[in-house]
C-alpha cells in the first residue's frame, strides 16, 4: 500500500513512513493510493463483532507489511484497553430512527482518543523496531493535546511536548495535560493565544536544523493514521444498524475535516453511507462552502463548542483531491490562493461531486444550548456542545428510510459551564476520573520566543 500526496509533487510513502513523517514534503496531505474495498460479505461478517476485531479488519488492508498480524492486533488490544466502555463506541438511541454514536469513553473524554491511543503504540511499535526516537510537539486548543499526552505518557521511544494558550483552556482540559506526572510528558503554557501556539509549533518544524536535532513528529489530524483509526466506528455503528443491507446517515460536528474524512473513506471502501452531514458552529466555512460553492475564510469567533473554532479546515484538502479527479497540481493552486487571497471558488464539477457526497447545516449559540436542553428533556441524553450541534443540524435530514447517526464527539464534563447553562445541572466527570481536580499539577510556562521554547525543548527532552 502506497501513499501519496494531495499537491502530487512528494514521493509516494509505504504506511510506516507516511505516519511517522505527518504531512507531505511538498506541503500535502499523504492519502492511499487507491482505496481498499470490502465487499458486502466481509461487511456483514462485522457486525456485533468486538470493537478490536472490526478495527483490526478494516484497517489491515492499509498497513502493508509495515507491522505484522500478531503485532498490529495486539497494538489494538493496547489502544482500547484503557476506555471506560466495553463497546468502545456504544450506540443510544435518540428518536425515531436518531442515533447516537457516543465516541467519548476513552481516558480524555473525546473521540480523539480513538486514533491518538492507536497511534501511540503504533509510533512506539514502529520506533522501537527502528531503534529510534522522536519528539511529538502539538500546538492545542485542548482536546488534541490532552489525547496526545495520554496516548504517548510513559512510552521509551518519544517525547510529547504540548503548547496550550495560558489561561485559555477549560479546567478539566488543563488537569488533563498538566497532572501526568510521567518524564516524557511536558505541558507548556504559552503566553498568547491559540494561533500563537500554532505559529510557534510551524516556526519548529520551519527550522530544520532544530528539527533534525530533536527529530520532531507531529500528530496533528493531518496524520494519516489519525484519520485511518476513526474509520473503524463507522463501519462498527452502521453494520449494528443493519449496513450493508440497509444503508445509513451520518452527521458529524466538524472542524478541521478529519472526522467526517474518515465516513467518507467507510463509504469509499464500500459501506452504504447514503449521506455524510457537515455540522459546523458559527464558524461555517465548511456550510459556506457545501451550500455556495465558495471556500472563504472569515475571522474565528469564539464560541461555546471550542473544539471547532477553526477556519483552516487541513483535512477539507483530501476532500478536495478527488473531488478535482486527483488532480494533484490543481489543489496546489486552490491552496495557494487560499493563502493568498483567503479563498476560492469551487468548480462547478468538483462541487457537484461533494453534494452528491455531503450535505451540511450550522448551528448557532442559541441553538446549540437550546439542542442541550432539549435533548436532556426529551431523552435524558446530556451532549456536549459539539454533539449538540450534531444532533441540531441532524433534524433537518431525518427520514423514515435511513438512519441517521450522530457522532457525539466528547463528554459534557468536559464543557460542564455550556452545559450547566443549558440544563440547570453541572455534569460530574465519570468516576474513574474523579480524582482529577486533586491531582498535583506540572507546567512548564513560556513566553512567545522561538529561541527561547526550542532551547527550553532541548533542555528537557531524553536522549
Ligand atoms: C476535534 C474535535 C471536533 C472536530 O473534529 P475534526 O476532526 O477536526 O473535524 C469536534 N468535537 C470535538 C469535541 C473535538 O475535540
Redesign the pocket.
Known sequence: MRYVSTRGEAPALGFEETMLTGLARDGGLYVPETIPQLSAAEITALAGQPYEDIAFRVMRPYLGDSFGDDEFAGIIAGAYQSFGHEARAPLVQLGPNHFLLELFHGPTL???DFAMQLIGQLFQSALERRGERVTIVGATS???GSAAIEAFRGLDAVDVVILFPDGRVSEVQRRQMTTPDDANVHAVALEGDFDDCQAALKAMFNDFAFRDRVRLAAVN?INWARVLAQVVYYFSSATALGAPHRPVSFT?????????FAGYIARQMGLPIEKLVIATNQNDILHRTIATGEHVKAGVTPSI?P??D?QV?S?FERALFDAYGREGGAVGQLMQELAEKGGFPVSQGALETLREIYASGRASEEETSEAIRAYHRRTGEVL?P?SAIGVHVAEAHLNEATPMITLA??HPA?FPDAVEAATGHRPPLPARMASLYERNERVIKAINDLPALEALIEERIAR
Request: with cysteine.
Open positions: 473525546a473521540f480523539k485542548g482536546d488534541t489530524s458529524v460536528p466538524t472542524g478541521n475535516f478529519g472526522d467526517i463548542s473544539s471547532m477553526i479546515s483535512n456536549c459539539h464527539t466528547a468536559k
